[in-house]
């Protein structure tokens, strides 16, 4: 199992450029999220899902697109960089569901650098 | 004022050395709590996580939650240079949805 995986690893856009972002889990899981990490504030909600075909904003959507046209894949869209998205990007995965404790851990790919100059 | 807060750091210790990590909250409904370890460019890999108050113990580490205080901690015993790393709090109300701390920089010397 691969697990999470994302691609590309590292960026570098000019302000005003589109990119977009791919997250695959391979867990079978129904929930994906992406967070980005900035020096000191941790991983912050950007958006999830809880299922193919759903999305739901987080704490800092604005920005942001998604979809999740696949149960396996999240992608992370920005239409117009701005040098405020320069972050590290991570994708997380949970099952989600169920009582059980394990449901509610959530795995994480191995980030994207995006820099927007 | 941060939902969670968590000391920067770093934290430095000689190899052996307990290391002692907390978090304060301000959101009552967080009944997860979990504790986090990232590697330098690496993404953050789950330690532990425990259901409301009270303790759990996993080898070397420790995870404490105190409801009543809006605390949490995490002890690493006998610590080991290759508990290196940074160390993020991260606690869930409902929906599982995770709200982290910033997170706390671990160096432990040989």
């Known amino acids: 199992n691969a697990g999470v995986t994302q691609t590309p690893k590292f960026r570098v856009l000019k302000t005003g450029q589109s990119m977009t972002l791919l997250c695959a889990q391979d867990m079978n899981h129904e929930y994906m999220y992406w967070y980005r990490q900035d020096p000191g504030m941790g991983l912050r909600l950007i958006h999830y899902s809880v299922g193919e075909g759903t999305t739901a904003k987080g704490e800092v959507p604005d920005g942001y697109n998604v979809s999740r046209l696949k149960k396996q894949n999240f992608l992370l869209g920005l239409e117009s960089a701005a040098p405020s998205q320069t972050s590290v990007y991570f994708c997380?995965?949970?099952?989600?569901?169920?009582?059980?404790?394990?449901?509610?851990?959530?795995?994480f790919g191995p980030g994207t650098r995006l820099t927007v100059l | 004022q941060k939902e969670v807060e968590q000391d920067p750091g770093p934290l430095s210790v000689p190899e052996g050395a307990i290391v002692s990590l907390n978090c304060t909250y301000s959101?009552?409904?967080?009944?997860?709590f979990m504790w986090y370890r990232q590697y330098s460019r690496k993404g953050p890999e789950l330690l532990m996580y425990?259901?409301?108050?009270g303790n759990k113990e996993d080898g070397r580490f420790t995870a404490q939650v105190d409801k009543s205080s809006k605390y949490i901690s995490l002890f690493i015993r006998d610590s080991q240079p290759s508990d290196s790393a940074t160390y993020l709090c991260?606690?869930?109300?409902?929906?599982?949805?995770?709200?982290f701390g910033g997170g706390t920089r671990v160096l432990v010397k040989p």
């Open positions: 425990t259901y409301s108050s």
């Open positions: 997380a995965s949970s099952y989600g569901w169920g009582g059980s404790l394990a449901a509610h851990e959530q795995f």
């Open positions: 959101n009552s409904a967080f009944q997860y």
């Open positions: 991260a606690m869930e109300a409902a929906g599982n949805k995770l709200t």
